[in-house]
């Protein structure tokens, strides 16, 4: 079965650009969750969705935004791009009644310029 | 909210030893706690979770450890082989959050040497 797919998997925006990465979780899963990883630290949750809901928001600005479709698939967008939004953006998906088990995609890596 | 401590930040051995990668959470109300390997420039692997009602959990080579009552969490790599090299990162699920929000520590650095 094919994991949490991802893309762009690299992409470099300009400051102030908007940029939108797309996620596709593991086939069964309806919960998806976006982190961010700044170089050299941990992942950090931004959102997640679960059922084309918003369930859950970190601590970031409204810059950041994202939306689940009625196929699970999801969007994250960021608006207004500053050179600190550079970091590997992580789509997870959850199995079914697993609870808080994420599994990770390999990533798109932002650049901002 | 909750915080998530790891240590060491870095952790050096030889082919064949045990690692110890320890975590310390705040939230006394976290409930799950899971462990990912993360290689260079690819992405974080779950490799072994454990839940607050148990008290430790293996999976051949790799477990984990929980206590509850010190708010600490451990996981333990015996007969380390040059693969096992990687970042580490722990992370807690707190109470009353997203399901899948968790925090993660900082991360170790593990570097395996034959």
């Known amino acids: 079965d094919a994991g949490v797919t991802q893309s762009p998997t690299h992409l470099i925006k300009t400051r102030g650009q908007q940029v939108t990465l797309r996620c596709s979780p593991i086939?069964?899963?309806?919960?998806v969750s976006w982190y961010q990883q700044v170089l050299g630290q941990g992942p950090q949750f931004i959102f997640q969705?679960?059922?084309?809901?918003?369930?859950g928001r970190g601590n970031f600005p409204d810059r950041f935004s994202a939306r689940q479709f009625p196929n699970y698939s999801s969007e994250l967008n960021v608006n207004a791009l500053l050179l600190g939004d550079s970091a590997l953006y992580l789509c997870?998906?959850?199995?079914?009644?697993?609870?808080?088990?994420?599994?990770f995609g390999e990533g798109s890596w932002l650049t901002v310029v | 909210g909750e915080n998530v401590e790891q240590h060491p930040s870095t952790l050096s051995v030889q082919e064949g030893d045990s690692a110890v990668i320890k975590c310390t959470y705040s939230?006394?109300?976290?409930?799950?706690f899971p462990w990912y390997k993360q290689e260079l420039g690819k992405r974080p692997q779950l490799i072994i979770d454990?839940?607050?009602?148990?008290g430790e959990k293996k999976d051949q080579r790799i477990a984990v450890t929980l206590n509850k009552t010190a708010k600490h969490f451990s996981l333990h790599i015996t007969e380390t082989q040059p693969e096992d090299s990687a970042v580490y990162f722990c992370?807690?699920?707190?109470?009353?959050?997203?399901?899948?929000?968790?925090?993660f520590g900082k991360g170790t650095t593990l570097s395996v040497s034959s």
């Open positions: 997870a998906s959850s199995p079914p009644y697993s609870g808080n088990t994420i599994y």
């Open positions: 086939s069964g899963h309806k919960s």
């Open positions: 969705y679960y059922e084309k809901e918003e369930r």
């Open positions: 939230d006394s109300a976290s409930n799950y």
């Open positions: 454990i839940r607050s009602n148990v």
């Open positions: 992370a807690a699920s707190p109470h009353g959050q997203a399901g899948t929000a968790l925090i």
